[in-house]
């Protein structure tokens, strides 16, 4: 069955450093999001992309916050400089059309910043 | 906030026992789902029911949904070891299809 795969699984980073986080979506999928889980609390919605645009972010998705789609594969997260509260599970997920389709998640990357 | 809420927060059982969790959330939706996470994993899509929905049956997972009520709920019939995880119910909204709301989780443990 396809998978949502994310890269790396695990990644360090010092404060004030950007990092990237990678997505592979399901490859006909259409809409793409990112999730963040901080330690012992919910999943929280960060952005959903359509049609290479924003189509929501919710209020965590600040300027600090970017997403791409360089090609017709990967699905990007990038936080410019790094903050300490940065330190998450960050979940990549795809679907196939609008509503009423199961997104279906990658095992994440966990970000830690030191 | 649409955010769904999962009752018990916990569920300790025995194998072979039925778990029954709740999740309760705000407004209209189009569809309601339940994930299941093992620790340090990612999130493994169970069901999606749709508002017009009133129940939907996977292998051993039963879930229904009373969108009067706004609640919905699971059940894991004849439980597992291998079920141990934690549960989440997620939302959009009747307005928004793209953004989705989940809810704190109910963490259940089945005991061999």
């Known amino acids: 069955e396809p998978e949502v795969t994310q890269t790396p699984s695990h990644q360090v980073t010092q404060m004030g450093q950007e990092v990237i986080l990678r997505c592979v979506p399901i490859?006909?999928?259409?809409?793409f999001y990112w999730y963040r889980q901080i330690l012992g609390q919910k999943v929280e919605f960060l952005v959903s992309f359509y049609n290479n645009e924003i189509s929501e972010k919710s209020e965590i998705f600040d300027d600090q916050f970017s997403v791409e789609r360089p090609d017709g594969s990967n699905f990007t997260l990038k936080i410019r400089s790094t903050k300490l509260e940065d330190s998450a599970m960050y979940f990549c997920?795809?679907?196939?059309?609008?509503?009423?389709?199961?997104?279906?998640f990658g095992d994440g990357t966990r970000l830690s910043i030191l | 906030s649409q955010q769904g809420e999962e009752d018990p927060q916990a569920l300790s059982i025995q194998e072979g026992e039925n778990a029954t969790m709740n999740c309760s959330y705000k407004t209209s939706i189009n569809n309601l789902q339940w994930y299941r996470q093992n620790s340090g994993r990612g999130l493994v899509h169970l069901i999606l029911i749709r508002s017009n929905e009133r129940e939907k049956h996977s292998g051993r997972l039963r879930v229904t949904l009373d969108t009067s009520k706004k609640s919905s709920s699971l059940l894991i019939t004849a439980s597992r070891a291998a079920d141990t995880a934690s549960y989440f119910c997620a939302t959009d909204k009747a307005d928004n299809f793209n953004k989705f709301y989940f809810g704190s989780g109910t963490k259940l443990n089945v005991k061999p």
């Open positions: 490859s006909n999928h259409l809409y």
């Open positions: 997920a795809s679907r196939e059309t609008a509503a009423n389709q199961p997104q279906h």
